[in-house]
């Protein structure tokens, strides 16, 4: 079974935190995963993280306010294909931008393309 690790940084954003919430719930089902678990945390001013722990692994969205960045840590294991789906879809669903990305081969422990 391959285990790809996906870091990326996602340009400006503009969505609340329900809608945040609700645009990472699109983007998992849209990318074929399940969810088993979620909770978010809205920090004070302003700031959300948001995690689904997945039937494949995991996803971490966190906003970066102050430098107007969101940050996605994604594992996934299995299929794999989930990944390039994931990043293809980001921008229609978060309406947002890839800034960078990195795509890590768990089983090997090197970069791969992105």
Request: overall charge negative.
């Amino acid at each position: 079974m391959r285990s790809l690790h996906v870091r990326a940084s996602i340009g400006v954003f503009h969505l609340t935190s329900k809608a945040f919430e609700s645009a990472m719930f699109d983007l998992i089902e849209h990318c074929g995963l399940h969810v088993r678990r979620a909770i978010s945390y809205e920090f004070f001013p302003d700031g959300i993280t948001a995690v689904a722990i997945l039937a494949e692994s995991h996803i971490i969205l966190s906003t970066w306010p102050e430098k107007h960045d969101l940050q996605l840590d994604f594992f996934c294991c299995g299929d794999t294909s989930a990944i390039d789906r994931m990043l293809g879809a980001i921008p229609e669903k978060l309406n947002c931008k890839i800034v960078s990305s990195r795509v890590l081969d768990r089983d090997s422990m090197v970069s791969v393309p992105s």
